[in-house]
């Protein structure tokens, strides 16, 4: 079953923009991941917040986690036109804690 | 910085072929995965190993087979290839199983 689904499907913005991607999921969770993947690569992991924490910054990303609405954002500030490329959540639930779950991921175009 | 292999990036074969991909990690992680990546399904899991020779199936495990005799390599295996199973696969590790997953940047596999 679907656990992490990323909204929206595909996000186009400028340049120097904030890109906000958001992340839902139905189980109780260990962990939440963010990846990044560029096309026709392997995923990049960006970030990883876990389960009691609410946010995390890492450089020009912020996470931020809510776990009563079983929801997650990954803000990207002043935006790059290196940035563009498809992002992932991924969750590790409590009951499978040997892997992970990902989403169908969000599409993030910057134009410059 | 860990590398995650995978032998080829591109592989076209023939429906009924026995296909197999190989991933190699040089970060001594006791777990690997392998994926499945199509369009608007985003990662698959197809099966896991979290230990020498050891193995688990993941959420579409069907067709396919894995091996893991040494603890660096993990390789994916098409029984009988079907035209189903063109797809993009992608290989990961990670140490411990829910923690970040490095991946490797994938193998576009036809299958004519």
């Known amino acids: 079953s679907q656990q992490g689904e990323e909204d929206p499907q595909a996000l186009s913005i400028q340049e120097g923009e904030n890109a906000t991607m958001n992340c839902s999921y139905k189980?109780?969770?260990?962990?939440l991941q963010w990846y990044r993947q560029n096309s026709g690569r392997g995923l990049v992991h960006l970030i990883l917040?876990?389960?009691?924490?609410r946010e995390k910054h890492s450089g020009r990303l912020r996470v931020t986690l809510d776990t009563s609405k079983k929801s997650s954002s990954l803000l990207i500030t002043a935006s790059r036109a290196a940035d563009t490329a498809s992002y992932f959540c991924?969750?590790?639930?409590?009951?499978?804690?040997?892997?992970?779950?990902f989403g169908q991921g969000t599409r993030l175009t910057i134009n410059p | 910085d860990v590398k995650v292999t995978q032998s080829s990036r591109y592989l076209v074969k023939r429906t009924g072929e026995k296909v197999f991909l190989e991933c190699v990690q040089d970060?001594?992680?006791?777990?690997m995965f392998w994926y499945r990546q199509d369009p608007g399904l985003g990662l698959r899991l197809i099966y896991f190993?979290?230990?020498?020779?050891?193995?688990e199936k993941g959420d579409i495990p069907e067709g396919y087979s894995v091996s893991r005799e040494k603890k660096e390599r993990f390789s994916l295996i098409l029984e009988s290839a079907s035209t189903n199973q063109t797809s993009m696969y992608l290989c990961?590790?990670?140490?411990?199983?829910?923690?970040?997953?490095?991946f490797g940047d994938g193998t576009r596999l036809s299958i004519l």
């Open positions: 970060m001594d992680h006791e777990n």
């Open positions: 991924a969750t590790s639930s409590i009951q499978g804690a040997q892997k992970l779950v």
């Open positions: 189980t109780s969770i260990n962990n």
């Open positions: 990961a590790s990670s140490s411990p199983p829910n923690q970040p997953q490095h």
């Open positions: 190993s979290y230990d020498v020779k050891m193995k």
């Open positions: 917040i876990r389960s009691n924490e």
